[in-house]
């Protein structure tokens, strides 16, 4: 059961690095989200229930963090992306679809770049 | 043991680190939020991480308020740049 959960925190951990890797590196809010969103919630999940297995005393407050951040991570990435689009954020150039300008709410939004 | 501990340490880190250039740096808002963001949630299993290597069990309620005080933070930041206050 050690083992177990220490090679959880490995993965956990690896996968947090490459999370602040793509934050650092994408070109764009919306790539920078994605990365960030999606590597950080796996590895701060994986990461939480190894400690969990480590110590198996932790593991009912380990899973309530756990689930925590499971549920509210895309909450706030979703409420992030929405805002920075309706703020007038434009896409990456090499952005190849934006489904959003398709729809009338979206066309009048203002489209001057923030600093 | 502790190498292997030290490995995890620094990987988090390095990631913590990634963050905050990109917080720092960010051409606008949105990428210096998304910053932070990404910095909150690896702060978070970094507590957890020190909770376990300093054996004390309390740190893992610092972990869970800092959850919800950075999930309250980021969404109150999303809708202050959505609509104004």
Same mark, same amino acid.
């Given at each position: 059961? +050690?083992?177990?959960?220490?090679? %959880?925190?490995?993965?956990?951990?690896?996968?947090?690095? %490459?999370?602040?890797?793509?934050?650092?590196?994408?070109?764009?809010?919306?790539?920078? %989200?994605?990365?960030?969103? @999606?590597?950080?919630?796996?590895?701060?999940?994986? !990461?939480?229930?190894?400690?969990?297995?480590? +110590?198996?005393?932790?593991?009912? @407050?380990?899973?309530?963090?756990?689930?925590?951040?499971?549920? !509210?991570?895309?909450?706030?990435? +979703?409420? %992030?992306?929405?805002?920075?689009?309706?703020?007038?954020? @434009?896409?990456?150039?090499?952005?190849?679809?934006?489904?959003?300008?398709?729809?009338?709410?979206?066309?009048?939004?203002? @489209?001057?770049?923030?600093? | 043991?502790?190498?292997?501990?030290?490995?995890?340490?620094?990987?988090?880190?390095?990631?913590?680190?990634?963050?905050?250039?990109?917080?720092?740096?960010?051409? $606008? $808002?949105?990428?210096?939020?998304?910053? &932070?963001?990404?910095? &909150? $949630?690896?702060?978070?299993?970094?507590?957890?991480?020190?909770?376990?290597?300093?054996?004390?069990?309390?740190?893992?309620? &610092?972990?869970?308020?800092?959850?919800?005080?950075?999930?309250?933070?980021?969404?109150?930041?999303?809708?202050?740049?959505?609509?104004?206050?």
């Amino acid at each position: 059961m +050690h083992i177990f959960g220490e090679v %959880l925190i490995g993965i956990g951990t690896a996968f947090l690095f %490459l999370g602040g890797l793509g934050i650092f590196r994408l070109p764009d809010v919306y790539n920078r %989200l994605q990365a960030g969103t @999606k590597c950080t919630t796996l590895g701060a999940f994986s !990461t939480i229930l190894g400690v969990g297995f480590v +110590h198996p005393n932790w593991m009912m @407050k380990s899973i309530v963090i756990a689930v925590f951040i499971l549920l !509210t991570n895309p909450i706030s990435a +979703h409420a %992030l992306a929405r805002a920075s689009y309706k703020s007038g954020v @434009k896409l990456w150039d090499k952005s190849v679809v934006d489904r959003c300008e398709e729809f009338e709410e979206c066309q009048q939004m203002p @489209k001057e770049e923030e600093g | 043991m502790t190498a292997l501990w030290l490995l995890f340490l620094s990987l988090i880190s390095a990631g913590i680190a990634l963050c905050l250039i990109r917080a720092a740096a960010g051409p $606008t $808002t949105s990428d210096r939020v998304v910053g &932070v963001d990404g910095t &909150v $949630t690896i702060s978070i299993a970094l507590m957890v991480l020190l909770a376990s290597f300093f054996d004390r069990q309390i740190y893992l309620d &610092v972990a869970l308020v800092y959850a919800v005080l950075g999930f309250i933070g980021v969404l109150a930041i999303a809708r202050y740049m959505e609509r104004g206050v």
